[in-house]
């Protein structure tokens, strides 16, 4: 009986045009593949036919905030406001690996051309480790 992988069996590294960023490990890590469906309803039905639709690729990463200059990272520039011309967003390579041999699990899946839209930081009064998450959508998926 095969046993589950687990969150110490993943590792997550994210590589930009200038090599590894956004460094550090991630606390949680998800993604998605979504075909968004076409329904096709003919006269006289009441059940569509589904065609196939557009697929898209999201996830995100969350962990704690590690450095000041994540929005730079995430969008190309330190400095975001109306009237300044905003360089095109950066692209990179996510990668998910999975290590487990001895669970007879190995692989990795491999986000290309992605993007990050959103990000938000979560801070709370007191102790707790101020929140990071990065949602990002991809151009391209491998599993290998």
């Known amino acids: 009986m095969k046993k589950p992988i687990q969150g110490f069996d993943v590792s997550v590294q994210v590589i930009g045009s200038g090599g590894p960023e956004l460094a550090g490990e991630y606390q949680e890590a998800e993604f998605s593949v979504k075909n968004e469906l076409e329904e ?22 969350k962990k704690g905030w590690m450095s000041l200059n994540v929005v730079e990272s995430a969008f190309g520039s330190g400095t975001l406001r109306r009237g300044e011309r905003l360089p095109a967003s950066p692209r990179f390579v996510i990668t998910f690996s999975i290590k487990a041999k001895e669970k007879g699990l190995s692989g990795r899946y491999k ?3 992605a993007i990050f839209p959103e990000l938000s930081i979560s801070i709370a009064a007191g102790k707790g480790v101020v929140k990071k998450d990065l949602s990002f959508r991809a151009e391209g998926l491998t599993e290998a």
């Open 40 to 61: 096709y309803l003919e006269l006289g039905e009441r059940i569509a036919q589904l065609l196939d639709g557009e697929v898209k690729i999201e996830g995100k990463l």
């Open 111 to 113: 986000f290309e051309q």
